[in-house]
């Protein structure tokens, strides 16, 4: 599958991707109402049902299979890019699945409980685990970061921007630096292991962003005197 990203567009107005698909190639689309253009056979579009895992965790009732040869332009929300993620034998990462925006042929699914802990913070219940040979497409916020562990070494990383991480990574929540640092900080997952993690850039800018333009001196101080204050002031 060959995917072309139209850089020309407004990343404020959103960014479209184009999707070719080559003779035999199919690609499931978990967000069917963002294609806007296709050029095939009517046949090599079949929307389904999704199961009903599926719709819980993309909210969403239908997938579109489409089948090449074949065309077709997807848009992607403000503010998002979409990362190709080629699976390798033995990957042993762990997604979130509501970052899926398509899966190829040959990709398989498996789900993974989260302690209470975990479920807790990232205020999810399951992570998904993509095995087979393929590819899927992540919806991210900015670029994605990817940051290599180590067996002893940890590495502290701001929760909500994981996007994913080795199932057999060693993980807890904490803080770092000084007193001050640790009061005025999200939570981190600090993390041992091997294999990468995987990160979106863009979710901090965007909250860097927003306090640029709406947060005033006053609310900035108390953020930042008050024990906690970036946790409990938004």
């Known amino acids: 599958m060959d995917i072309r990203f139209e850089t020309e567009t407004l990343q404020a107005l959103g960014e479209a991707a184009t999707f070719r698909l080559s003779d035999g190639e199919t690609a499931h689309m978990l967000h069917p109402s963002q294609i806007i253009a296709y050029r095939g056979a009517s046949a090599g579009r079949v929307d389904r049902l999704m199961d009903v895992k599926g719709m819980y965790r993309k909210h969403k009732l239908l997938r579109a299979d489409l089948t090449g040869p074949c065309e077709f332009i997807a848009v992607l929300p403000p503010g998002y890019n979409l990362k190709p993620v080629e699976l390798q034998t033995g990957s042993d990462l762990l997604y979130d699945y509501r970052h899926l925006f398509y899966y190829t042929d040959g990709v398989t699914m498996q789900s993974r409980i989260l302690n209470v802990k975990n479920m807790l913070i990232t205020r999810d219940a399951i992570k998904m685990k993509f095995s087979g040979i393929g590819q899927i497409g992540l919806l991210t916020e900015g670029h994605v ?90």
Do not use: C
């Open 145 to 234: 970061v990817e940051a290599v562990l180590h067996p002893s070494e940890p590495i502290y990383v701001q929760a909500d921007s994981v996007i994913a991480y080795p199932e057999n990574a060693r993980m807890e929540l904490a803080v770092y630096g000084n007193h001050l640092a640790s009061q005025h900080m999200s939570y981190h997952w600090k993390i041992t292991g091997q294999g990468s993690v995987l990160l979106q850039a863009g979710r901090e800018s965007r909250k860097l962003e927003d306090s640029l333009q709406n947060e005033g001196l006053f609310k900035r101080i108390l953020r930042e005197v008050i024990p906690f204050g970036s946790v409990f002031i938004k």
